[in-house]
Every structure is written in C-alpha cells, then in structure tokens.
C-alpha cells in the first residue's frame, strides 16, 4: 500500500510507503509518480486549481498500476468525467464532512455557488466510483444518498498517540480559567461566535481567559473588543505558532475548546482530529457534537447544545472545577486515546474494505 501527499510545504521525497509529491515540482523519488503540469498559482488560477484538482492526480500518478486508490472527495470540482470514466473501477472516495452543506455555510454568494456545484456533480463523481468511505455513520448515509447503492464503511479519523506529547491540564484554582481554542482558522461551524456572546454575557466570580491560536478573522474582532471591556473575562490573540510556544499555550491550558458549531453544516456528528490531540495530550474539552468514537457520559468532556445559543460559561466552569477534583484523569484520556484513537486500528479496516473491493470474485 502506497501514501501519496500533495503538498506546497515539503520537498519531494519518499519515506518507507510514504511518497511525498511537491506541489510545482516535477521531482519525485518514485518510478511511479509522473511529471505532469504543476498547479497553478494565484487568483482565478488558484479557484482553477481548487474546482479541477482531481483531474491533476492522474498527471502526476501512474493510477493504472493500483487495484485501487483511496481519494479524498474532491468537493466542489469540476471536469471529473474523464477521470471516473478511466479510473472510476479502482476509485474509493473518502468523505470528512457533509460537502453540500459546508458549501452554503461559507456564505451567502460563493456558498450558494458552490452547494449548487456539488449538488450537480457529486452524485455523478460517486455513482462512477468502486466504494465509499466516510468518518462517520451520519455522513455516510449522506454521501449514500447521492450515490445510490455502494459499497461503504465508517472509518474515523485516528492518530498517532506516541507522536503527540502528553501536557496534561492546569488545575483549576478557584480564581482564573485559562480556556485553549486552537484553529487554524475559525470558520462559522468552529462557533467561537458562541464561545464569545458567552463570554460577554458572564458575570461570575471566576475570570475566564480565552487564548485563540491560530488566524481569527476581523469580523470577531467587535465580540472580542466587548470581552475584553468587561471585567469577568478577556480574550488573548496567540497567533499562528508551532513547536515550543505551542506547547507553552496547552501547557497552561485548564480545559480546551472543540467545535462548537458544526449545526451550521447540518451535522450532528463529527470526529476532529483536534479533540483527539485533545485526548491524546490529557487535556479536557467542551463540544457541541456527537463523536461516535467518545461517549458522551466520559468525564473528560462536556458537551452543550448544538444550536447557536451562546455557551454558558459558568457550566464550563463548573467543568473544570469537576475535572481537576478527578485524580488520575490526564492519564485515563491518554490511555483512553491509546486503546480507541489510535490511526493504526483505522488503517487496518480501511485495507480490509479496499481488498474486499479489488479480490476477484470467488468461483
């Protein structure tokens, strides 16, 4: 089994069956790996890129020599025809999120555009494809929809828990709550709107600081101008940083943020990679979402409504004051995402679904 990663951010480059492609360059350490044209960059060129990226794999892989190939969905995107009429028996699309609906949830005119887009193309892109697989039962049932009967399975999303460094949680001392919301943007179904009308409302003894890592756009900068007027809570702007003042900001973390607004894409489950770095790091976290894979009664996290009432602050509070009484509990979620999180669990049903699709049928 091969891994292919498109990328702008490495050098081309090949590490054991992880095959690296630079996005722009022709290089590539694999007989296999084409030429091809690279991406263009900039403006009209870049939504170009974006509508048509899935006619650009075969330009720079031998697709022909695979069984199958596991694809991300390419949402939104144009021109497949070619590409499912000469590969559709090998592809296998794999679906993070209700496409359609995240569409409409980007705003007003692009949104409408391209939720229209995805309805005309999508059911075409997935009735040519050999299966489908997605990280949830609810977004299956979605993408099932458009496709008609298929071969499916539900593989969440897992991690590498040895990779991710355990920091666990500040306790709580009575006096201040340091809240840690890391994105690397904060798009509507993230609900930092929620966390910030919350926020402003609060009038409790404790005081609340949020630090948001990551690009926040100008439009919460009112909301997070009228925290920081008030004298119970205040919003703290860390940027985009990585590596050591990263490990600075969940290292005085009392509890963590998850998302708060996937309602906003019409979805009641989902399984961020975040909330699991989450768990792997020992570090508790409020939600608004159904994981399939972390039961909602687990102490380690609280769960408020899907909907966009503002999250009630004192509940969070009283969250971390509940969680730092339990000895033990950093250690239990680590242990937690070493049994039920871990990526090598999840590479081992995907192969399975992917080799009862290419064996050949039995006499």
């Not at 492609?21 to 694999?30: A, E, K, Y």
């Amino acid at each position: 089994m091969d891994f292919y990663v498109f990328s702008r951010l490495f050098d081309s480059a090949m590490q054991d069956n992880l095959h690296i492609l630079r996005v722009g360059s022709p290089h590539m350490h694999d007989s296999h790996a084409t030429e091809g044209r690279p991406y263009p960059s900039g403006g009209l060129r870049e939504a170009w890129r974006l509508l048509t990226r899935l006619n650009t794999i075969p330009r720079r892989v031998a697709l022909s020599r695979y069984d199958g190939v596991v694809v991300r969905y390419p949402k939104w995107s144009l021109f497949h025809s070619g590409l499912t009429r000469r590969y559709g028996d090998r592809l296998i699309t794999e679906h993070h999120t209700n496409e359609e609906a995240e569409a409409k949830a980007i705003g007003p005119w692009a949104g409408r555009w391209l939720s229209m887009l995805e309805r005309h193309a999508g059911p075409g892109i997935l009735r040519a494809v050999r299966g489908i697989v997605a990280v949830t039962p609810e977004i299956r049932a979605v993408e099932l929809q458009k496709a008609g009967p298929k071969p499916s399975i539900v593989v969440s999303n897992g991690i590498s828990v040895q990779e991710i460094p355990f920091s666990g949680f500040r306790p709580f001392d009575g006096r201040l709550l340091r809240l840690l919301f890391v994105s690397s943007f904060y798009p509507s179904y993230r609900g930092l709107d929620r966390l910030l009308e919350g926020l402003i409302r609060y009038r409790g003894a404790v005081r609340v600081q949020l630090d948001l890592v990551g690009e926040v756009a100008p439009r919460y900068r009112r909301a997070i101008h009228a925290v920081n007027a008030g004298d119970h809570a205040c919003v703290r702007l860390g940027g985009t940083v990585f590596d050591q003042p990263l490990e600075q900001h969940y290292g005085a973390a009392g509890l963590a943020v998850s998302t708060l607004g996937l309602h906003r894409m019409s979805m009641r489950q989902a399984c961020p990679l975040k909330a699991r770095e989450y768990m792997a790091r020992g570090l508790p976290f409020i939600a608004s979402y159904e994981d399939p894979d972390i039961p909602n009664d687990e102490p380690f996290t609280r769960r408020f409504p899907s909907d966009d009432s503002p999250i009630d602050i004192q509940r969070v509070v009283d969250f971390s004051r509940e969680v730092s009484g339990k000895a033990g509990l950093s250690r239990r979620m680590r242990e937690f995402a070493e049994q039920h999180l871990e990526w090598t669990v999840r590479l081992r049903c995907l192969y399975e679904f992917v080799g009862s699709l290419c064996r050949p049928p039995g006499p």
